[in-house]
Protein backbone atom coordinates (compact mmCIF):
# COMPACT_ATOMS: atom_id res chain seq x y z
CA UNK A 1 0.00 0.00 0.00
CA UNK A 2 1.32 3.31 -0.82
CA UNK A 3 0.10 6.76 -0.69
CA UNK A 4 1.01 9.59 -3.01
CA UNK A 5 0.75 13.47 -2.57
CA UNK A 6 0.14 15.23 -5.93
CA UNK A 7 -0.91 18.63 -6.45
CA UNK A 8 -4.45 19.21 -7.51
CA UNK A 9 -4.39 23.34 -8.13
CA UNK A 10 -4.11 25.48 -5.40
CA UNK A 11 -5.48 22.07 -3.32
CA UNK A 12 -3.87 18.80 -3.03
CA UNK A 13 -4.92 15.12 -4.21
CA UNK A 14 -4.03 12.24 -1.94
CA UNK A 15 -3.96 8.70 -4.23
CA UNK A 16 -4.02 5.47 -1.87
CA UNK A 17 -2.88 2.69 -4.22
CA UNK A 18 -2.64 -1.29 -3.20
CA UNK A 19 -0.57 -3.76 -4.86
CA UNK A 20 -2.96 -4.63 -7.39
CA UNK A 21 -3.01 -1.24 -8.88
CA UNK A 22 -6.50 -0.33 -7.24
CA UNK A 23 -6.62 3.07 -6.01
CA UNK A 24 -8.99 5.89 -4.36
CA UNK A 25 -8.04 9.46 -4.93
CA UNK A 26 -9.15 12.02 -2.59
CA UNK A 27 -8.82 16.16 -2.25
CA UNK A 28 -8.79 18.43 0.41
CA UNK A 29 -11.33 19.98 -1.21
CA UNK A 30 -14.43 19.11 0.19
CA UNK A 31 -12.37 15.99 2.10
CA UNK A 32 -14.30 15.03 -1.43
CA UNK A 33 -13.18 11.10 -3.22
CA UNK A 34 -12.29 12.44 -6.59
CA UNK A 35 -11.89 8.92 -8.38
CA UNK A 36 -12.22 5.51 -7.36
CA UNK A 37 -10.66 2.85 -9.88
CA UNK A 38 -10.92 -0.92 -9.67
CA UNK A 39 -10.93 -3.64 -11.70
CA UNK A 40 -13.67 -5.27 -13.71
CA UNK A 41 -14.10 -8.87 -13.90
CA UNK A 42 -11.25 -9.27 -16.93
CA UNK A 43 -9.36 -7.39 -14.81
CA UNK A 44 -9.36 -4.09 -16.53
CA UNK A 45 -9.28 -1.12 -14.23
CA UNK A 46 -11.58 1.82 -14.42
CA UNK A 47 -12.98 4.59 -12.74
CA UNK A 48 -16.49 3.94 -10.89
CA UNK A 49 -17.12 7.57 -9.63
CA UNK A 50 -18.05 10.88 -11.06
CA UNK A 51 -15.49 13.71 -10.65
CA UNK A 52 -13.87 16.85 -12.15
CA UNK A 53 -10.30 17.12 -13.57
CA UNK A 54 -9.68 20.33 -11.47
CA UNK A 55 -10.80 22.20 -8.41
CA UNK A 56 -12.21 25.11 -10.06
CA UNK A 57 -14.62 22.66 -11.40
CA UNK A 58 -15.68 21.19 -8.09
CA UNK A 59 -16.36 24.73 -7.04
CA UNK A 60 -17.82 26.07 -10.00
CA UNK A 61 -20.67 23.13 -10.46
CA UNK A 62 -23.72 22.10 -8.09
CA UNK A 63 -23.84 18.19 -7.14
CA UNK A 64 -21.87 17.58 -4.26
CA UNK A 65 -19.82 15.15 -6.31
CA UNK A 66 -17.26 13.01 -4.05
CA UNK A 67 -18.33 15.95 -1.25
CA UNK A 68 -18.29 15.21 2.78
CA UNK A 69 -21.68 16.89 2.88
CA UNK A 70 -22.12 18.48 6.57
CA UNK A 71 -23.48 19.73 8.47
CA UNK A 72 -26.39 18.27 7.92
CA UNK A 73 -26.73 15.95 5.17
CA UNK A 74 -30.47 16.04 2.83
CA UNK A 75 -33.08 18.04 4.11
CA UNK A 76 -34.58 20.36 6.35
CA UNK A 77 -37.62 21.84 6.03
CA UNK A 78 -38.34 25.72 6.35
CA UNK A 79 -34.49 25.89 7.12
CA UNK A 80 -34.97 26.04 10.50
CA UNK A 81 -35.55 23.51 13.77
CA UNK A 82 -35.83 23.76 17.35
CA UNK A 83 -33.65 23.10 20.15
CA UNK A 84 -33.72 22.90 24.16
CA UNK A 85 -36.17 25.26 23.38
CA UNK A 86 -34.64 27.60 20.97
CA UNK A 87 -35.53 28.27 17.24
CA UNK A 88 -32.60 27.69 14.84
CA UNK A 89 -32.82 29.82 11.64
CA UNK A 90 -30.07 28.02 9.52
CA UNK A 91 -29.24 29.07 5.69
CA UNK A 92 -31.72 27.55 2.99
CA UNK A 93 -30.24 26.72 0.07
CA UNK A 94 -33.22 25.25 -1.79
CA UNK A 95 -36.21 27.35 -2.06
CA UNK A 96 -37.13 27.51 1.32
CA UNK A 97 -35.63 24.47 2.71
CA UNK A 98 -32.16 23.53 3.73
CA UNK A 99 -30.16 21.23 1.64
CA UNK A 100 -26.69 19.68 2.67
CA UNK A 101 -26.09 22.42 5.83
CA UNK A 102 -26.82 25.18 3.66
CA UNK A 103 -23.50 26.79 2.15
CA UNK A 104 -22.01 23.30 4.20
CA UNK A 105 -18.59 21.57 3.65
CA UNK A 106 -18.28 20.44 0.01
CA UNK A 107 -16.39 23.82 -0.98
CA UNK A 108 -14.45 24.35 1.88
CA UNK A 109 -10.94 23.18 2.48
CA UNK A 110 -10.09 20.28 5.17
CA UNK A 111 -6.83 19.82 6.93
CA UNK A 112 -4.81 17.01 6.53
CA UNK A 113 -3.77 15.62 10.14
CA UNK A 114 -3.07 12.26 9.47
CA UNK A 115 -1.52 10.17 6.50
CA UNK A 116 -0.53 6.30 6.96
CA UNK A 117 0.58 4.02 4.54
CA UNK A 118 -3.27 3.29 3.29
CA UNK A 119 -5.64 6.20 4.72
CA UNK A 120 -5.77 10.01 4.74
CA UNK A 121 -8.01 12.10 7.86
CA UNK A 122 -9.43 15.67 6.76
CA UNK A 123 -10.36 17.51 9.26
CA UNK A 124 -12.45 20.77 9.54
CA UNK A 125 -13.08 23.20 12.53
CA UNK A 126 -16.88 25.06 12.00
CA UNK A 127 -17.73 28.04 14.32
CA UNK A 128 -20.94 28.32 16.67
CA UNK A 129 -23.17 29.36 14.36
CA UNK A 130 -21.87 28.42 10.88
CA UNK A 131 -24.91 28.69 8.54
CA UNK A 132 -27.18 29.08 11.70
CA UNK A 133 -26.32 25.88 13.65
CA UNK A 134 -25.28 25.71 16.85
CA UNK A 135 -22.03 25.41 18.65
CA UNK A 136 -18.42 24.95 18.03
CA UNK A 137 -17.80 21.67 15.91
CA UNK A 138 -14.93 19.67 14.84
CA UNK A 139 -15.59 17.47 11.74
CA UNK A 140 -12.86 14.31 11.08
CA UNK A 141 -13.35 12.26 7.79
CA UNK A 142 -10.60 9.50 7.75
CA UNK A 143 -10.44 7.30 4.13
CA UNK A 144 -8.98 3.89 4.24
CA UNK A 145 -8.36 1.96 1.19
CA UNK A 146 -7.51 -2.03 1.66
CA UNK A 147 -5.50 -4.41 -0.69
CA UNK A 148 -9.45 -6.34 -0.71
CA UNK A 149 -10.50 -3.13 -2.89
CA UNK A 150 -12.11 -1.43 1.02
CA UNK A 151 -13.21 2.21 1.06
CA UNK A 152 -13.71 2.78 4.35
CA UNK A 153 -15.32 5.90 5.24
CA UNK A 154 -14.84 7.15 9.10
CA UNK A 155 -16.34 10.37 10.57
CA UNK A 156 -15.99 11.71 13.96
CA UNK A 157 -17.03 14.72 15.34
CA UNK A 158 -17.20 17.07 18.44
CA UNK A 159 -19.42 19.69 19.50
CA UNK A 160 -19.04 22.26 22.57
CA UNK A 161 -22.90 22.89 22.59
CA UNK A 162 -26.02 20.12 22.26
CA UNK A 163 -26.60 20.35 18.42
CA UNK A 164 -27.59 18.72 15.53
CA UNK A 165 -24.86 16.54 12.74
CA UNK A 166 -25.72 14.34 10.15
CA UNK A 167 -22.47 13.52 7.84
CA UNK A 168 -22.28 11.37 4.63
CA UNK A 169 -20.13 10.93 1.30
CA UNK A 170 -22.03 12.10 -2.30
CA UNK A 171 -20.32 9.81 -4.51
CA UNK A 172 -21.86 9.22 -7.56
CA UNK A 173 -21.33 5.74 -8.89
CA UNK A 174 -21.12 4.78 -11.94
CA UNK A 175 -19.60 0.82 -11.84
CA UNK A 176 -19.70 0.66 -15.89
CA UNK A 177 -17.80 4.14 -16.21
CA UNK A 178 -19.63 5.29 -18.73
CA UNK A 179 -23.59 5.41 -20.15
CA UNK A 180 -26.64 5.86 -17.49
CA UNK A 181 -27.36 3.63 -14.33
CA UNK A 182 -30.61 2.14 -15.01
CA UNK A 183 -29.90 -1.42 -16.23
CA UNK A 184 -27.47 -1.41 -13.08
CA UNK A 185 -29.16 -3.85 -10.54
CA UNK A 186 -29.66 -2.47 -6.84
CA UNK A 187 -30.44 -3.89 -3.75
CA UNK A 188 -31.19 -2.10 -0.43
CA UNK A 189 -31.73 -3.85 2.30
CA UNK A 190 -34.84 -1.97 3.61
CA UNK A 191 -38.19 -3.06 4.25
CA UNK A 192 -39.41 0.75 4.40
CA UNK A 193 -38.50 3.83 3.48
CA UNK A 194 -39.39 8.09 3.57
CA UNK A 195 -42.69 8.81 1.01
CA UNK A 196 -42.09 12.76 0.39
CA UNK A 197 -43.73 16.14 -0.56
CA UNK A 198 -43.09 18.45 -3.64
CA UNK A 199 -40.20 19.50 -1.85
CA UNK A 200 -38.88 16.02 -1.19
CA UNK A 201 -39.09 16.63 2.67
CA UNK A 202 -40.68 13.55 4.58
CA UNK A 203 -44.14 13.59 5.23
CA UNK A 204 -43.10 11.59 8.61
CA UNK A 205 -44.37 8.45 7.44
CA UNK A 206 -42.36 5.23 7.36
CA UNK A 207 -43.80 3.26 5.03
CA UNK A 208 -43.34 -0.15 4.10
CA UNK A 209 -41.97 -0.95 0.22
CA UNK A 210 -43.91 -4.71 0.05
CA UNK A 211 -45.71 -4.10 -3.29
CA UNK A 212 -44.28 -1.07 -4.30
CA UNK A 213 -41.43 0.33 -6.79
CA UNK A 214 -39.08 1.14 -3.51
CA UNK A 215 -38.98 -2.71 -2.93
CA UNK A 216 -35.11 -3.24 -3.73
CA UNK A 217 -34.97 -6.16 -0.87
CA UNK A 218 -33.77 -8.75 -3.80
CA UNK A 219 -31.45 -7.01 -6.43
CA UNK A 220 -33.03 -5.67 -9.51
CA UNK A 221 -32.29 -3.44 -12.62
CA UNK A 222 -32.94 0.40 -11.38
CA UNK A 223 -34.56 1.52 -14.38
CA UNK A 224 -36.30 4.49 -13.36
CA UNK A 225 -34.53 7.31 -12.52
CA UNK A 226 -36.78 9.58 -10.52
CA UNK A 227 -35.50 8.01 -7.00
CA UNK A 228 -34.33 10.12 -3.87
CA UNK A 229 -35.48 8.76 -0.99
CA UNK A 230 -34.62 7.58 2.24
CA UNK A 231 -34.72 4.23 3.06
CA UNK A 232 -34.70 2.94 6.37
CA UNK A 233 -32.66 0.28 6.73
CA UNK A 234 -32.89 -3.26 8.38
CA UNK A 235 -29.17 -3.73 9.55
CA UNK A 236 -26.04 -2.94 9.03
CA UNK A 237 -25.83 -4.37 5.11
CA UNK A 238 -26.58 -1.60 3.66
CA UNK A 239 -26.88 -2.40 -0.25
CA UNK A 240 -25.52 -4.04 -3.40
CA UNK A 241 -24.77 -2.65 -6.76
CA UNK A 242 -24.06 -4.64 -10.02
CA UNK A 243 -23.37 -4.12 -13.49
CA UNK A 244 -23.76 -6.68 -15.22
CA UNK A 245 -21.78 -5.93 -18.32
CA UNK A 246 -18.43 -4.67 -16.49
CA UNK A 247 -19.16 -7.66 -13.66
CA UNK A 248 -18.31 -4.74 -11.44
CA UNK A 249 -20.28 -5.08 -7.76
CA UNK A 250 -19.98 -2.59 -4.91
CA UNK A 251 -21.34 -3.78 -1.53
CA UNK A 252 -22.36 -1.18 1.07
CA UNK A 253 -22.20 -1.67 4.56
CA UNK A 254 -22.79 1.01 7.56
CA UNK A 255 -23.79 1.56 11.23
CA UNK A 256 -25.88 4.11 10.16
CA UNK A 257 -29.83 4.30 10.18
CA UNK A 258 -30.84 4.55 6.60
CA UNK A 259 -29.51 5.25 2.86
CA UNK A 260 -30.39 8.01 0.44
CA UNK A 261 -30.66 6.52 -2.77
CA UNK A 262 -30.38 9.35 -5.30
CA UNK A 263 -30.52 8.32 -9.20
CA UNK A 264 -29.08 11.38 -10.78
CA UNK A 265 -32.57 12.18 -12.48
CA UNK A 266 -31.77 15.88 -11.62
CA UNK A 267 -27.67 15.97 -12.82
CA UNK A 268 -27.18 18.25 -15.18
CA UNK A 269 -25.26 18.17 -18.55
CA UNK A 270 -21.43 18.68 -17.82
CA UNK A 271 -18.47 18.08 -18.75
CA UNK A 272 -16.19 15.62 -16.18
CA UNK A 273 -13.03 13.58 -15.99
CA UNK A 274 -11.36 12.30 -18.95
CA UNK A 275 -13.56 14.40 -21.43
CA UNK A 276 -16.44 12.17 -20.36
CA UNK A 277 -20.17 14.29 -20.79
CA UNK A 278 -22.50 13.87 -17.52
CA UNK A 279 -25.65 14.41 -17.39
CA UNK A 280 -29.28 12.64 -16.28
CA UNK A 281 -29.07 9.01 -14.51
CA UNK A 282 -25.28 9.37 -15.48
CA UNK A 283 -24.58 7.63 -12.04
CA UNK A 284 -26.63 6.97 -8.86
CA UNK A 285 -25.52 7.91 -4.41
CA UNK A 286 -25.83 6.10 -1.97
CA UNK A 287 -25.70 7.99 1.05
CA UNK A 288 -25.49 6.78 4.52
CA UNK A 289 -27.16 9.23 7.54
CA UNK A 290 -29.86 9.51 9.39
CA UNK A 291 -33.31 10.77 8.26
CA UNK A 292 -33.77 13.52 6.94
CA UNK A 293 -35.73 16.53 8.82
CA UNK A 294 -35.47 14.02 11.88
CA UNK A 295 -34.93 18.10 13.65
CA UNK A 296 -38.38 18.78 13.12
CA UNK A 297 -39.76 15.02 13.52
CA UNK A 298 -39.68 13.79 17.35
CA UNK A 299 -40.52 10.40 16.08
CA UNK A 300 -37.38 9.86 13.91
CA UNK A 301 -34.29 8.59 15.39
CA UNK A 302 -32.65 11.93 16.98
CA UNK A 303 -29.34 13.81 15.48
CA UNK A 304 -28.71 15.47 18.06
CA UNK A 305 -24.99 15.68 19.31
CA UNK A 306 -24.70 16.48 22.84
CA UNK A 307 -21.93 19.36 23.81
CA UNK A 308 -19.13 17.34 24.36
CA UNK A 309 -19.93 13.60 23.08
CA UNK A 310 -18.46 12.40 20.00
CA UNK A 311 -19.72 11.70 17.02
CA UNK A 312 -18.61 8.40 15.50
CA UNK A 313 -20.12 6.55 12.29
CA UNK A 314 -18.43 4.15 9.72
CA UNK A 315 -19.43 3.06 6.06
CA UNK A 316 -17.65 0.67 3.95
CA UNK A 317 -18.06 0.87 -0.23
CA UNK A 318 -16.06 -2.95 -0.70
CA UNK A 319 -15.39 -3.06 -4.61
CA UNK A 320 -15.77 -6.67 -5.91
CA UNK A 321 -16.21 -8.78 -9.39
CA UNK A 322 -18.23 -11.34 -10.79
CA UNK A 323 -15.94 -13.35 -13.00
CA UNK A 324 -18.16 -15.37 -14.83
CA UNK A 325 -17.69 -16.09 -18.62
CA UNK A 326 -20.77 -16.73 -20.70
CA UNK A 327 -20.68 -20.37 -22.63
CA UNK A 328 -23.26 -21.18 -24.64
CA UNK A 329 -24.96 -24.91 -25.78
CA UNK A 330 -27.37 -24.90 -28.04
CA UNK A 331 -30.38 -23.14 -26.38
CA UNK A 332 -28.57 -22.64 -23.19
CA UNK A 333 -26.19 -20.01 -21.88
CA UNK A 334 -23.98 -20.72 -18.95
CA UNK A 335 -21.97 -18.06 -16.82
CA UNK A 336 -19.24 -19.97 -15.35
CA UNK A 337 -15.82 -18.95 -13.69
CA UNK A 338 -13.31 -20.80 -15.19
CA UNK A 339 -10.92 -20.55 -12.77
CA UNK A 340 -12.63 -21.65 -9.80
CA UNK A 341 -14.36 -24.61 -11.36
CA UNK A 342 -10.77 -25.54 -12.42
CA UNK A 343 -9.57 -25.37 -8.73
CA UNK A 344 -13.10 -27.19 -7.98
CA UNK A 345 -12.45 -30.30 -9.75
CA UNK A 346 -8.55 -30.49 -8.50
CA UNK A 347 -10.01 -30.70 -4.82
CA UNK A 348 -13.34 -32.43 -5.77
CA UNK A 349 -13.74 -36.30 -6.73
CA UNK A 350 -16.48 -37.44 -9.38
CA UNK A 351 -17.54 -40.47 -9.44
CA UNK A 352 -15.92 -42.38 -12.57
CA UNK A 353 -19.50 -42.97 -14.36
CA UNK A 354 -20.95 -40.58 -17.30
CA UNK A 355 -24.02 -40.50 -16.29
CA UNK A 356 -22.75 -39.44 -12.33
CA UNK A 357 -20.89 -36.44 -13.62
CA UNK A 358 -23.40 -34.11 -12.34
CA UNK A 359 -23.83 -30.70 -13.79
CA UNK A 360 -23.94 -28.35 -11.19
CA UNK A 361 -25.32 -24.80 -11.47
CA UNK A 362 -25.10 -22.02 -9.34
CA UNK A 363 -28.33 -20.02 -10.07
CA UNK A 364 -28.25 -15.94 -9.26
CA UNK A 365 -30.79 -14.19 -9.45
CA UNK A 366 -34.27 -13.49 -7.45
CA UNK A 367 -35.61 -15.90 -4.62
CA UNK A 368 -39.42 -15.54 -4.58
CA UNK A 369 -41.20 -17.36 -1.73
CA UNK A 370 -39.61 -20.96 -0.70
CA UNK A 371 -42.72 -23.08 -2.03
CA UNK A 372 -42.93 -21.06 -5.50
CA UNK A 373 -38.47 -21.20 -5.61
CA UNK A 374 -38.78 -25.09 -4.95
CA UNK A 375 -41.56 -25.50 -7.34
CA UNK A 376 -39.65 -24.03 -9.65
CA UNK A 377 -37.51 -26.68 -9.85
CA UNK A 378 -40.02 -29.73 -9.68
CA UNK A 379 -38.49 -30.65 -5.61
CA UNK A 380 -41.22 -32.33 -3.38
CA UNK A 381 -39.90 -30.90 0.01
CA UNK A 382 -41.12 -34.18 1.62
CA UNK A 383 -39.02 -35.96 -0.85
CA UNK A 384 -36.02 -37.26 1.93
CA UNK A 385 -33.39 -37.57 -1.28
CA UNK A 386 -33.94 -34.16 -2.76
CA UNK A 387 -34.59 -31.51 0.47
CA UNK A 388 -33.65 -33.00 3.92
CA UNK A 389 -34.54 -30.79 5.62
CA UNK A 390 -37.00 -27.92 5.63
CA UNK A 391 -37.62 -26.08 9.52
CA UNK A 392 -38.76 -23.02 10.46
CA UNK A 393 -37.36 -20.82 13.92
CA UNK A 394 -39.23 -18.25 14.68
CA UNK A 395 -41.04 -17.93 11.53
CA UNK A 396 -37.71 -17.40 9.45
CA UNK A 397 -37.43 -19.86 6.86
CA UNK A 398 -33.99 -22.32 6.18
CA UNK A 399 -32.94 -25.16 3.89
CA UNK A 400 -30.28 -27.78 4.35
CA UNK A 401 -29.72 -30.10 1.76
CA UNK A 402 -27.25 -32.71 0.79
CA UNK A 403 -25.27 -33.63 -2.79
CA UNK A 404 -27.56 -36.82 -4.68
CA UNK A 405 -25.16 -39.26 -6.50
CA UNK A 406 -25.82 -42.36 -8.07
CA UNK A 407 -29.60 -42.34 -6.43
CA UNK A 408 -27.71 -42.82 -3.16
CA UNK A 409 -27.54 -39.65 -0.80
CA UNK A 410 -24.29 -38.58 0.11
CA UNK A 411 -23.81 -36.11 3.04
CA UNK A 412 -20.96 -33.97 1.81
CA UNK A 413 -21.77 -31.06 3.65
CA UNK A 414 -25.36 -28.96 4.79
CA UNK A 415 -25.95 -25.21 4.70
CA UNK A 416 -28.52 -23.32 6.76
CA UNK A 417 -29.29 -19.93 5.38
CA UNK A 418 -31.63 -17.42 6.62
CA UNK A 419 -33.78 -16.72 3.70
CA UNK A 420 -35.10 -13.52 4.98
CA UNK A 421 -31.71 -12.01 5.55
CA UNK A 422 -29.66 -13.61 2.86
CA UNK A 423 -31.16 -11.69 -0.35
CA UNK A 424 -28.72 -13.52 -2.84
CA UNK A 425 -27.82 -16.87 -2.41
CA UNK A 426 -25.80 -19.55 -4.33
CA UNK A 427 -27.91 -22.29 -5.42
CA UNK A 428 -26.74 -25.64 -6.53
CA UNK A 429 -28.84 -28.02 -8.92
CA UNK A 430 -27.73 -31.16 -9.73
CA UNK A 431 -29.47 -32.36 -12.60
CA UNK A 432 -28.35 -36.14 -13.47
CA UNK A 433 -30.13 -39.71 -13.61
CA UNK A 434 -31.34 -42.29 -10.83
CA UNK A 435 -29.60 -44.76 -12.16
CA UNK A 436 -25.87 -44.78 -13.61
CA UNK A 437 -26.77 -47.26 -16.18
CA UNK A 438 -30.17 -46.25 -17.32
CA UNK A 439 -32.21 -43.48 -17.75
CA UNK A 440 -35.08 -43.70 -15.23
CA UNK A 441 -35.90 -40.40 -15.06
CA UNK A 442 -34.15 -36.80 -14.06
CA UNK A 443 -33.84 -36.07 -10.19
CA UNK A 444 -33.32 -32.56 -8.88
CA UNK A 445 -31.08 -31.71 -5.72
CA UNK A 446 -30.64 -28.53 -4.25
CA UNK A 447 -28.63 -26.72 -1.77
CA UNK A 448 -29.19 -22.81 -1.01
CA UNK A 449 -26.28 -21.18 0.79
CA UNK A 450 -24.21 -18.01 0.95
CA UNK A 451 -20.57 -19.43 -0.49
CA UNK A 452 -19.41 -18.94 -4.09
CA UNK A 453 -19.39 -21.66 -5.72
CA UNK A 454 -17.62 -22.44 -9.96
CA UNK A 455 -21.23 -22.45 -11.35
CA UNK A 456 -24.38 -19.74 -12.65
CA UNK A 457 -27.35 -20.32 -14.91
CA UNK A 458 -28.58 -17.20 -16.77
CA UNK A 459 -31.96 -16.87 -16.34
CA UNK A 460 -34.59 -17.09 -17.40
CA UNK A 461 -33.90 -20.95 -15.54
CA UNK A 462 -34.85 -23.46 -18.30
CA UNK A 463 -37.48 -25.67 -16.84
CA UNK A 464 -36.82 -28.71 -16.77
CA UNK A 465 -32.89 -28.06 -17.13
CA UNK A 466 -31.48 -30.40 -19.49
CA UNK A 467 -28.04 -30.22 -19.76
CA UNK A 468 -26.89 -33.60 -18.55
CA UNK A 469 -26.87 -34.70 -21.80
CA UNK A 470 -23.60 -36.74 -22.12
CA UNK A 471 -23.24 -34.78 -25.32
CA UNK A 472 -23.83 -31.58 -23.86
CA UNK A 473 -21.55 -32.60 -20.64
CA UNK A 474 -19.21 -33.75 -22.83
CA UNK A 475 -18.77 -30.37 -24.88
CA UNK A 476 -19.53 -28.19 -21.57
CA UNK A 477 -16.73 -29.47 -19.28
CA UNK A 478 -14.46 -29.19 -22.79
CA UNK A 479 -14.86 -25.59 -22.85
CA UNK A 480 -13.68 -25.82 -19.42
CA UNK A 481 -11.03 -28.17 -19.60
CA UNK A 482 -10.30 -27.75 -23.34
Known sequence: MSVEKLCFGAYTLYKIKNAAGASASVIDLGAAVQSIIVPDKNGVLGDVVLGYDTPQEYLDND????????????????????????????????????LHGGVGFSKRRFDVTSVSD?????????????????????????YEFTEDNKLVISYTARSDKDTVLNLTNHSYFNLAGRGDILSHELMINADSYLPVDDELIPTGEVRPVDGTSFDFRTRREVKNGFYDHCFVLNGEKCAELYEPECGRIMRVMTDMPAVQFYAGGATGTRNGKNGAVYGKNSALCLETQFYPDAPNRPDFPST?????????????????????TTIKIDEYAFSVDVEKTREYYKTHALCNCANCRNFYAQVRGKLPKLDEFLTQFGVDISHPDEILSVETDDGIDYISADYTVCGRVEEMGKYEIDLHDEQFLSVIVTNGFTSPNEQTGEYFTLSVNNISLPWGLDEPIPEPIKATAPSKLKRFFGKIFG
Do not use: C, Q
Open 63 to 98: GYFGASVGRYANRIAGAGFDLNGTHYSITANEGANT
Open 118 to 142: NSVRFELFDPDGGDGFPGNVTVSVE
Open 304 to 324: VLKANDTYSHRTVYEFATDNM
